[in-house]
């Protein structure tokens, strides 16, 4: 999921790799997991960790101005010198439409985006970090992070996530 937003005067951009949403109770804010890919069997050394970490937290903090309905959309326009009523290429209006946004201008895309995010819960303030190790054959082994200390876990149903 692509997230975008301003972050002490500097434009961020980044994917979330996956969204959990709960399935039980009344807990309506979802998680954020970002998988690391690891080409060596062991966990990265603390400052790669931190990093993973603060990429994270960014995401959250992204995430949660996007679905609060708080993008800085003229911001936005002014700084990559865009018009929000731009006329947008045939392509992008076709590929828009068969996305449920039938949309002619750059500014009525940014408002279906908004739209859409509002509707969404924040994330939680529980993240997930995970790493794996790649090696020619796929995926070797998962790790996981808890409270910044690393350590191997094996592979229960494929996967293993890790709080932060």
């Given at each position: 999921?692509?997230?975008?937003?301003?972050i002490q005067?500097v434009w961020?951009v980044?994917?979330?790799d996956e969204?959990?949403?709960p399935?039980?109770?009344?807990?309506?804010?979802?998680?954020?997991?970002?998988t690391?890919?690891?080409?060596?069997p062991?966990?990265p050394?603390?400052?790669?960790?931190r990093?993973?970490r603060l990429?994270?937290?960014?995401?959250?903090?992204?995430?949660d101005?996007?679905?609060?309905?708080?993008f800085?959309?003229?911001?936005?326009y002014?700084?990559?010198?865009?018009?929000?009523?731009?006329i947008?290429?045939?392509?992008?209006?076709?590929?828009?439409?068969n996305?449920?946004?039938?949309?002619?201008?750059?500014g009525?895309?940014?408002?279906y985006f908004?739209?859409a995010?509002?509707?969404?819960?924040?994330?939680?303030?529980q993240?997930?970090?995970?790493?794996?190790?790649v090696?020619v054959e796929?995926i070797?082994?998962?790790?996981?992070e808890?409270g910044?200390?690393?350590?191997?876990v094996p592979?229960?149903?494929?996967?293993?996530?890790?709080?932060?």
């Open positions: 999921m692509p997230v975008v937003g301003f005067g961020m980044g994917v979330i969204l959990r949403m399935v039980t109770g009344n807990d309506k804010k979802l998680t954020l997991v970002d690391k890919t690891r080409a060596r062991r966990l050394a603390e400052p790669q960790c990093n993973g990429q994270l937290k960014c995401y959250k903090h992204l995430w101005n996007l679905v609060c309905n708080n800085p959309s003229e911001h936005f002014e700084f990559f010198s865009m018009d929000p009523q731009h947008l290429s045939d392509e992008v209006k076709m590929n828009a439409a996305s449920g946004f039938p949309a002619e201008t750059l009525e895309v940014e408002r908004n739209n995010c509002s509707v969404l819960p924040p994330a939680d303030d993240l997930l970090l995970r790493w794996i190790e090696c796929g070797n082994k998962w790790w996981s808890e910044g200390m690393g350590k191997f592979p229960p149903n494929f996967g293993v996530s890790s709080h932060l």
